[in-house]
Nanobody, 124 residues
Framework: QLQLVESGGGLVQPGGSLRLSCAASGDTLDYYAIGWFRQAPGKEREGISSITTRGDSTIYADSVKGRFTISRDNAKNTVYLQMNNLKPEDTAIYSC?????????????????WGQGTQVTVSS
């Protein structure tokens, strides 16, 4: 069964950058679209980015468009989220999720496999 593990979170100052990784085991990511989600305290989970199985299409929420970039390296069984120009409102737990039916999207309901998440804190 597919398992996902996120890494790369941490504390960063406003305007800084982080790169999150979503590493898969138990199956090959070749068959899965991947989405990144985040949830801040007291707020609903937000879908922020998605990449299709072949990596030929990406989607971004308006809140991160132009600052975040999703990419995948199927040879490494890993998907990345490059986050630039981070803002305090980006503070949240970031999770990746995998879907092998709908080829991704920002809706959580299409994803069957979830990682545990990694904390991102943007603060001076």
């Amino acid at each position: 069964q597919l398992q996902l593990v996120e890494s790369g979170g941490g504390l960063v100052q406003p305007g800084g950058s982080l790169r999150l990784s979503c590493a898969a085991s138990g199956d090959t990511l070749d068959y899965y679209a991947i989405g990144w989600f985040r949830q801040a305290p007291g707020k609903e989970r937000e879908g922020i980015s998605s990449i299709t199985t072949r990596g030929d299409s990406t989607i971004y929420a308006d809140s991160v468009k132009g600052r975040f970039t999703i990419s995948r390296d199927n040879a490494k069984n890993t998907v990345y989220l490059q986050m630039n120009n981070l803002k305090p409102e980006d503070t949240a737990i970031y999770s990746c999720a995998a879907d092998n039916v709908f080829d991704g999207g920002l809706g959580a309901s299409v994803y069957d496999y979830w990682g545990q998440g990694t904390q991102v804190t943007v603060s001076s």
